[in-house]
């Protein structure tokens, strides 16, 4: 599926869009213009559409379709929040979707990403950072460290990035969510 949608107590709609289709795919990740296009489209077809998150866990190759990369995630968003701006849609856009990544995984640790949104200069149309947490690990006050940041407690530094880039208006929220299964990772049994 190209999104999921969410309905908030009967009021309005969260649309998470993920898993770009070749024809809005370039060799960096999404297309910024195509992206734009869908979004706006969606949103005058649907007016119940309050919030979007676009390409959550954009910090995989899997989430993002491509290598992961702050500035082309950037440019997306913000070709997006142009996009929806030019047609005085009052939609909030929800960056990244940042998903913890094991050192060695090949993705990119959620935390530099977040800082390159930074360096890329997406913080003034970026009001909401959203964290997905869909492997927890450990017990839930578990802290998080580098070999291991999918615990609840990762938002935290989530959150120091942000005061570190002075986004203290900025929120948080927690998209998606696991509990741990129970069973014992292969990491944790050493």
């Known amino acids: 599926p190209i999104f999921d949608a969410t309905a908030t107590s009967g009021v309005g709609v969260m649309l998470s869009i ?23 489209q969606l949103t005058q077809l649907y007016p119940s559409i309050l919030a979007v998150e676009l390409f959550p866990a954009a910090n995989t190759a899997t989430g993002w379709g491509a290598p992961p990369n702050p500035s082309a995630y950037a440019a997306v968003f913000y070709q997006t929040y ?53 492997d927890t690990t450990k017990e839930v006050l578990a802290l998080p460290t580098p070999e291991e940041p999918r615990v609840l407690r990762h938002y935290e530094e989530v959150r120091n990035v942000m005061i570190r880039n002075n986004h203290l ?18 990491a944790d049994a050493t």
């Not at 208006?169 to 292969?186: A, H, K, V």
């Open 18 to 40: 993920h898993d770009a289709p070749a024809w809005a795919s370039t060799p960096s990740g999404p297309d910024p213009i195509q992206t734009a296009n869908v979004v706006l």
């Open 82 to 134: 142009l996009a929806l701006q030019s047609q005085n849609r009052q939609v909030t856009l929800i960056a990244a979707g940042l998903t913890p990544a094991l050192p060695g995984s090949g993705d990119t640790n959620d935390l530099d990403f977040l800082q390159g949104l930074y360096a890329s200069g997406l913080q003034p149309v970026m009001p909401i950072v959203s964290v997905r947490m869909p």
């Open 169 to 186: 208006e900025g929120m948080i929220w927690l998209t998606n969510f696991s509990w741990p299964s129970g069973t014992i990772n292969l």
